[in-house]
């Protein structure tokens, strides 16, 4: 597996992975009617203004990360590939390139993406309740986490 920068080229295969894999973790916080595309919240939620990287495997980009030097803000993997330590590997890739601490928040619910946080070192440090980004019309909860850096 390639981790690498993403391009322009990556668009639409980021819109599919993310639109999968955000059906999953809005119905494992009980959330579903608040599902909206990538496209449909990139701009509002600054989707091109974070640093993005995608996991990429014989040629097919299979997860993607957004972060900025203090969040990781955005992790997602195509569902049919799930299990396989894309995830784990995309976080790795940030926790590396960042090289400083960093926070992370996870929908209450999502116990698999929560797991590949701890698995990588980052550490709860609460519990925040608030509105969706990209669609404030739901209350959300949400796991904060953070990591020490490397």
Not at 101 to 112: D, F, R, Y
Request: charged residues 20%; hydrophobic residues 40%.
């Amino acid at each position: 597996m390639h981790i690498r920068p993403y391009t322009a080229n990556d668009w639409q295969r980021v819109c599919e992975i993310h639109d999968a894999a955000r059906r999953d973790e809005l119905a494992a916080a009980g959330l579903e009617p608040a599902y909206l595309t990538l496209a449909e919240v990139a701009e509002e939620e600054g989707f091109h203004d974070y640093e993005i990287r995608v996991a990429e495997l014989d040629g097919r980009v299979l997860g993607f990360t957004a972060f900025s030097p203090e969040e990781l803000a955005w992790l997602y993997v195509d569902p049919h590939c799930y299990g396989r330590g894309i995830g784990s590997a995309l976080v790795q890739a940030v926790l590396l390139e960042t090289a400083s601490p960093m926070t992370a928040e996870v929908l209450h619910g999502n116990a698999a993406a929560l797991a590949t946080y701890k698995k990588e070192g980052f550490v709860e440090l609460g519990h925040a309740h608030g509105c969706m980004p990209g669609n404030e019309s739901f209350a959300v909860s949400v796991t904060e986490l953070r990591h020490p850096g490397v």
